[in-house]
Every structure is written in C-alpha cells, then in structure tokens.
C-alpha cells in the first residue's frame, strides 16, 4: 500500500502546483503547511489486507477531518443534525438509536433501516441496495438527501469556509485552497475505513485468549452447517460466513422476507427484474447491539430472526436457492435456536463500541 501511497500523495501535489499560480491562490492558503502523514491501518489477525483507493489515501490528517465531519451538525440544513445522529456509536455501534426507521430534519421517515458502519473498508457497493459503490460516493448522498440532512452541497460548502478550522484542516488533508464536497466525502471514508471492529469475544476465541461456552460453540456449529437428513443445522455461513472476519458475503439475495416486494430493493439499482427483492447481506458483528434487523427494521429481537430463518421464509420467484428450506424450515430445536443466539452475541466488541477514537472530537 505504501508504495500506492507515496505516487498517489504526489500527483495532488504536483497536480495542485499546477493549478493554482503564485497570484490566483488565495492570500491565506499556504501550501507548504500540506505535509501529510501517512496512516496505517490496524489490521485485526485474520482479516485479508484492506484496498484502499488510490486516488484517496489514508492520512492521519484525513482520518481526524472524516472524523471532525462526520459530527459536523452544519452539514444540514438547519444545523441540527449529523452523520452521527443516525449512526451512534455507543451503544448502537453506530445505527439509529434502535429505531426502525430514520427520521430527517423536515421529521420525515424514511423507509430503510439505518445500517452500521462496520469494517465497511471490506466491503463493496454501499446501502442495503448496494447504489453506491464506493464509501466515498456514499458520503455524498445524506447531505443533499431531502429526507435526510436536506442542505445543497454548496451551502454546505458555503458553511465549512466560513469556519475558522476547516479550510486549514482540509489544505493539511488534501493539499486543497478551496473546500469542495468530493473531499468532504473523501475525508469521511477515510475516517469509516478505521472503524474496525475485530475484538469480540468471537475474535478473542480465534485467538486463543478465551474459550466459547458449549452453548455458543454449538451455535457456532449450527452456523457453519447444512441441515442434513442425520445432523440439524442453519444454514447461516452460505451468505455470512466468518472468512476473513466478514460475517458477509457482500452479496445481495432474497432471504424470504415477503413473496410480494413494497421495496424492490436491488431491483432499484439494476433495474433487472431478477434482483427483486434483494438486499446486501449485512455483517452480523454487533449484531446484539443493532436491532431492529432487516433493510425495514421488522424484526425487533433476535429471536424474531432466527423464528424467520427457522420457519423457512416465504416463498417468491428471486428466493435465493441458499433458502433451501422454505416450506419445511430449519426444524431447530428451543435449546438450538438459544445456542445459535448466543453465537451470534460473541460477536459484540464492546471495545469498538467504545473506542475513543471514533467518538465525537472535542
Ligand atoms: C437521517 C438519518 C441518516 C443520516 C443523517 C445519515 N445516515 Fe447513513 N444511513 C441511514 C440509512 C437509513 C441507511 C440505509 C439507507 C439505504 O440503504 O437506503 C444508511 C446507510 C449508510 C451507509 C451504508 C452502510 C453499508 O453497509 O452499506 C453508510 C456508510 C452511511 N450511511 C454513512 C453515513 C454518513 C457518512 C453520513 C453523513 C454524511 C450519514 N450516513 C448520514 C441513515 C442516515
Ligand atoms: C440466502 C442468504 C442468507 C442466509 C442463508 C442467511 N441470511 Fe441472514 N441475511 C441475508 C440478507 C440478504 C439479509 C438482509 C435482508 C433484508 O434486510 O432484506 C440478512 C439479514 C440478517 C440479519 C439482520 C441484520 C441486520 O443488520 O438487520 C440477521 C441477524 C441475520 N441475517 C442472521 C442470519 C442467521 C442467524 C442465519 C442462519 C440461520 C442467516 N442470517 C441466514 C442473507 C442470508
């Protein structure tokens, strides 16, 4: 990644030198004082090596001015309101205050439910429907979002210049005299990208420092394994398999939540008719943590999950073949559907949820 780094570093600069002349650059902006650090990010044991774009490498500086933004309350229109607002840390591991749906700041609801950020820097194609395909082109959308942040880029702008910190923290970031929103959302991904959670009890436990209880080892077992006709099991690992840390497979599927769709789901995305009824397979870390569940929070416990994929589903043309039981359901027993559970709360990282480094700065 290094040798990504430095180039990448480069051509801004050079590319910035160009651009701005000795006479058109603003009186106050100093290009000497843009000397980034580069970051480097804490890779948990385990976790395959993050891509990071080329064209938005990691800095130190990058990372505390995502992090400064992302609980910029101006960013709205009528400075109420935050990324952080729907998306808070303790002890919601950063969704909407266990509601079902968000609401903006003209109190209208959406219809999704507020997502984690979690380990988001593996992951590809953003929001339940995957429309965003990078974190940068996410960070873009809540702003002017009517039913969210409602504020026109350029106000938003308008507002950051107007403060006193921003435009030296954004020239110490990127090397830029003029604030824009593309660098407003390329220091937001890169703060998301060091929200990395990797110390659960689960982890701990691939580590050797702790052991699982026979109640969630046997969950555990439950997770990785087919039903067969001799040996029960749940299915889950085909679309949340724990490769990597992931608990994704950062794919979209139709889980059998309704045979008639009110949200077409990647359908909006692709337009193709095959997609209906699909959404991202979200990670299940911090999973005790972020209910309610699904792209329209339905279901407010954990145990509601597991009824769903215990009764099997409801049929529909998408259903994706991995929900092989419909119809008959997974047949888990009281104790078995507890021991699946259980599981799923080892995966609750109290020291992400936690960490200094991802709360407000002050
Ligand atoms: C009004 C509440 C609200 C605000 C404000 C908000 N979000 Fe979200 N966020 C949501 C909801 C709801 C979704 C899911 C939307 C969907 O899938 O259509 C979401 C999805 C996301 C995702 C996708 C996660 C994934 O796994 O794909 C990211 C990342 C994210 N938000 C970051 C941000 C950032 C950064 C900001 C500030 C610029 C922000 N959000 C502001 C409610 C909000
Ligand atoms: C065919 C793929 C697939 C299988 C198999 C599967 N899931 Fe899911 N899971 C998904 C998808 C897709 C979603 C999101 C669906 C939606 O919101 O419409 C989801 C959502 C969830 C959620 C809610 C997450 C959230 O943030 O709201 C939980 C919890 C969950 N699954 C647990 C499990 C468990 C436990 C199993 C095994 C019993 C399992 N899943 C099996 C694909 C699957």
């Known amino acids: 990644m290094r040798i990504l780094k430095i180039p990448a570093a480069l051509i801004v600069l050079i590319s910035l030198v160009q651009s701005c002349k000795k006479d058109d650059c603003p009186q106050d902006c100093d290009l000497s004082l843009y000397n980034p650090t580069p970051y480097s990010i804490n890779r948990p044991q385990g976790f395959p090596e993050m891509v990071i ?50 609401t903006g700041i003209d109190g209208i609801e959406g219809n999704r439910n507020a997502m984690a950020i979690i380990n988001l820097g593996w992951a590809r194609n953003f929001f339940w429907d995957g429309r965003a395909a990078t974190l940068e082109l996410q960070a873009l959308g809540p702003v002017p979002n009517p039913i969210e942040m409602h504020q026109r880029w350029v106000d938003a702008i308008a507002k950051l210049e107007a403060d006193t910190t921003y435009p030296e923290l954004f020239l110490k970031a990127f090397g830029i005299c003029e604030i824009d929103s593309i660098h407003v959302a390329m220091a937001i991904a890169q703060f998301e990208r060091t929200m990395i959670s990797g110390n659960s009890k689960f982890d701990k436990f691939l580590r050797g420092e702790v052991a699982l209880t026979p109640s969630e080892q046997n969950g555990f077992s ?45 359908e909006l995305t692709t337009g193709d008719i095959n997609d209906r009824g699909k959404f991202r397979s979200p990670t299940l870390r911090n999973i005790e943590l972020t209910a309610p569940y699904m792209h329209d929070g339905r279901f407010a416990t954990l145990e509601e999950v597991i009824e769903h994929y215990n009764s099997g589903g409801h049929p529909s043309p998408t259903l994706d073949p991995l929900m092989k039981n419909v119809g008959v359901g997974l047949e888990l027993t ?15 990282d109290m020291d992400f949820v936690n960490n200094p480094d991802f709360s407000e700065p002050q």
Do not use: W
């Not at 009281?334 to 609750?348: A, C, G, H, W």
């Open 222 to 266: 439950l997770f990785n394994r087919d039903k067969s006709d001799f040996l029960s099991g749940a299915d889950c690992f085909h679309c949340h398999g724990s490769a990597g840390g992931a608990f994704t497979d950062n794919d979209f599927h139709n889980n059998g939540l309704d045979s008639v769709f009110t949200d077409l789901g990647r």
């Open 334 to 348: 009281e104790q078995e559907k507890t021991d699946l559970i259980n599981f799923l709360k080892t995966l609750t």
């Open 53 to 102: 774009p080329a064209d938005n490498p990691m800095t130190v500086e990058g990372v505390a001015l995502g992090r400064k933004l992302f609980y910029e309350k101006r960013l709205s229109g009528d400075n109420t309101m935050s990324c952080a607002t729907c998306h808070v840390q303790q002890p919601f591991s950063f969704t909407d205050n266990a509601t079902r749906f968000s």
